[in-house]
């Protein structure tokens, strides 16, 4: 609907430059330039070479956002950007881009936060966030569990890595059998030829007095690791296909088990998964199957809005702006280790009223 607001998101927390524009629930553009061929040949994200990424692709993937949603930056309500968590370089490459256009433009300004963002994009596919909703978002960077009662206000934190997150256990055994980077889809692809009961990989954190709802895949990667060790040692060949479909069940297994049982514990009868591990085909049928036995409903977004994006930047802060919550002043910061209880950065009346000022 016309009057719904209209946004521009940007997200720059690791090596995508991600830029959506959004009215409402409805997704009208989604601008991605990647930086990850440029990390590939180390194993891993560069922080500099992931900023610098971002400096060179921020102005042509804004405009070709712009273009392909065909609208002008004077169409937009506001400008939301990822305030953190994330590479503290890469996020201050968005939030500085953020402010200068909405300076330029007149436009009301919103920092969000990554995860809340994530888990916001659903409703891009299905539809507005019943409340409350819980949220399993898994990535390169988090393993979280959260209890969202008001997506632009109020995200609690249940449970959360306290190690490796998932998706960086997948890149390390993916490191491991020699299949590149990144490790998730290929590993994920591997695992389809293989047999997921062929080795019994430890489940991290599922001891009866183990914290309910936090993970770890510290000891599964150590124990992946050991196993091809010894198959290498002893001149065996390692059956590539087995190991990486009894390493994705055992990390799938944990994560869905005890994000259902979140869900029964807490009275939530929603479940959404996001982040770049909810586009593994082994987690979407788990949690589907496990989802279907307990009446829980579950909610998904296609693979390419759960990676990094700037639609989901957009999505939350469309939200922010159809709930009229309260904009970030222009001394908004970048903040690496912002909490997930901090959806959005807050309004500073005294740099607003400076801001104000000087125009």
């Known amino acids: ?30 601008a991605v330039a990647s930086s990850v ?26 405009q070709r956002a712009l273009d392909t949603a065909g609208i002008k930056g004077s169409d937009l309500d506001g400008i939301a950007v990822t305030a953190g968590p994330g590479l503290a370089g890469a996020l201050l490459v968005g939030v500085s881009a953020a402010k200068a256009y909405a300076w330029a433009l007149d436009k009301p300004l919103y920092g969000v936060n990554h995860l809340a963002s994530h888990i916001c994009v659903d409703q891009l596919e299905h539809g507005r966030l019943p409340q409350p909703t819980m949220a399993l978002l898994v990535s390169g960077g988090h393993s979280s569990l959260l209890l969202s009662a008001d997506i632009t206000t109020d995200v609690r934190p249940l449970g959360s890595t306290i190690d490796d997150a ?14 590149g980077f990144p490790g998730g889809p290929v590993v994920d692809r591997m695992a389809r030829d293989g047999d997921p009961k062929a080795i019994r990989f430890p489940r991290g954190l599922s001891g009866p007095k183990d914290p309910e709802y936090d993970f770890s895949f510290s000891g599964l990667k150590t124990a ?6 010894a198959k290498r040692r002893a001149g065996e060949t390692v059956p590539i296909a087995d190991v990486a479909a009894s390493f994705q069940e055992a990390v799938t297994d944990v994560l869905t088990r005890k994000a259902v049982k979140a869900c029964k514990d807490s ?29 829980i409903v579950l909610r998904v977004p296609r693979p390419g809005l759960c990676t990094d994006n700037g639609a989901m930047v957009a999505a939350l802060g469309s939200e922010m702006v159809w709930r009229d919550r309260a904009p970030s002043s222009f001394d908004l910061s970048a903040d690496s280790s912002l ?5 959005s950065v807050p309004h500073t009346d005294l740099h607003a009223a400076a ?5």
């Open 1 to 30: 609907m016309a009057d719904e607001p209209l946004v521009l998101g940007i997200e720059t927390s690791c090596d995508e430059t991600g830029v959506g524009i959004v009215r409402g629930t409805t997704l009208l553009a989604d």
């Open 355 to 359: 801001h104000e000022a000087l125009r």
């Open 267 to 295: 009275g939530v009868d929603h479940l959404m998964i996001g982040g770049g591990v909810a586009a593994n085909s082994r987690l979407r049928e788990m949690a589907q199957q496990r989802c279907d036995k307990a009446g």
């Open 224 to 229: 992946v690791a050991r196993w091809v060790e």
């Open 37 to 62: 061929n440029d990390h590939a040949r180390f194993g891993g994200v560069v922080p500099e070479i992931a900023s610098r990424a971002h400096l060179e692709a921020m102005v042509p993937t804004i």
């Open 166 to 179: 998932a998706g960086e256990a997948f890149d390390k055994i993916a490191r491991v059998l020699g299949l």
């Open 339 to 343: 909490p997930v209880t901090e959806v």
